[in-house]
């Protein structure tokens, strides 16, 4: 079982950063490969970014690709995602989540986590 409560989220305008962290409790952070998920109200659950256990390979998605970075220092059991030049298009509830399964180095399908944060709001305003 492992927890994961993320922060970092608030009200910015367009063009602003943020930096979103997720804290993660309970059994070994490097053992989990980690993602950050994004849900607009009436809109699914959307792929961010996931990095490996090592923090050696990461993958976004592409709307967020050059502007979002995900980060993890497996040392403070956190996970990053620095989201710099915002776009009201990024409002949204943003989770992140993690992920046990020994034969997968990192995901975009929510499906292969098993641990989800209980999120945290980031609103863009133009």
């Known amino acids: 079982q492992v927890q994961l409560v993320e922060s970092g989220g608030g009200l910015v305008q367009a063009g602003d950063s943020l930096r979103l962290s997720c804290a993660a409790s309970?059994?070994?952070?490097?053992?989990?490969?980690m993602g950050w998920f994004r849900q607009a109200p009436a809109e699914e659950r959307e792929f961010v970014a996931a990095?490996?256990?090592?923090?050696?390979?990461?993958d976004y998605a592409d709307s967020v690709k050059g502007r979002f970075t995900i980060s993890r220092d497996n040392a403070k059991n956190t996970v990053y995602l620095q989201m710099n030049s915002l776009k009201p298009e990024d409002t949204a509830v943003y989770f992140c989540?993690?992920?046990?399964?020994?034969?997968?180095?990192?995901?975009?399908?929510?499906?292969?986590?098993?641990?989800w944060g209980q999120g945290t709001q980031v609103t863009v305003s133009s």
């Open positions: 990095i490996s256990r090592n923090a050696g390979s990461t």
């Open positions: 309970g059994r070994a952070f490097s053992t989990y490969y």
């Open positions: 989540a993690a992920g046990l399964d020994s034969f997968v180095v990192l995901s975009k399908r929510p499906n292969d986590y098993h641990y």
